[in-house]
């Protein structure tokens, strides 16, 4: 079966340019989460759905960091304004059902490829 | 203090080592425990949770210590294809990622 995948997989842009990144969890997974990955880090945690509500979006850096996931299925992050401090790779993972965050279980999170994100 | 520390090494070791590898994590009410892998320039999976028990998984051990919270990777006779990073992980109602310890091992 598909995992989860992400696009574009790579992504240059100009200091101040919109970027939008898609993720597309595996098929019913109902819990989504966006991580940031800086060079020689771990991933850190931005935000977490489960099916299309926004439940923790405290790891979001800033206001220019949005994410949603209209239909409980594709979640797409945007940042706006980017800066060069932006880049990183943006890793999407999803799991099963009474997953992750809110959960008092916890389920395996299956990550995409990632979306490296230059800023020039 | 960061929530979850680990050494990020790298940790260079010929093939058929043994190596450990030791995270420690701030908060006491801290609830499940793993030890996940990143290949470079790949995404991280899963490699094993960590119980309280401890357990081992093939060549793998995994144990917790939660008065001294810390929690340990065993890895027995190593091979080439371990080299990678190998990334602590923490749950307190949010998952939080170490910053991983690099992993060598030369033939």
């Known amino acids: 079966g598909a995992g989860v995948s992400q696009s574009p997989r790579y992504k240059v842009a100009k200091r101040g340019q919109d970027v939008a990144l898609r993720c597309d969890p595996i098929?019913?997974?109902?819990?989504l989460f966006w991580y940031q990955q800086a060079l020689g880090q771990g991933p850190e945690f931005l935000t977490y759905f489960q099916n299309e509500a926004q439940l923790d979006k405290s790891g979001l850096p800033s206001d220019r960091f949005f994410a949603e996931r209209p239909e409980g299925s594709v979640s797409t992050l945007k940042i706006q304004r980017t800066q060069q401090e932006d880049s990183a790779v943006y890793l999407c993972a999803s799991s099963s059902i009474l997953a992750g965050a809110m959960s008092g279980s916890y389920n395996e999170q299956f990550f995409g490829p990632g979306t490296r994100l230059t800023v020039l | 203090r960061k929530e979850v520390e680990q050494d990020p090494g790298p940790f260079n070791v010929p093939e058929g080592a043994t190596v450990a590898f030791n995270c420690t994590y701030s908060n006491s009410a801290s609830q499940s425990f793993f030890w996940y892998r990143q290949d470079c320039r790949k995404e991280p999976k899963l490699l094993m949770s960590v119980y309280s028990s401890g357990n081992e998984d093939g060549r793998f051990t995994a144990q917790l210590n939660r008065a001294s919270q810390y929690i340990s990777l065993l890895i027995r006779d190593s091979k080439l294809s371990d080299s990678a990073t190998y990334l602590c992980v923490v749950r307190y109602q949010k998952v939080t990622f170490g910053t991983g310890t690099k992993l060598q091992v030369i033939p």
């Open positions: 098929s019913g997974h109902v819990s």
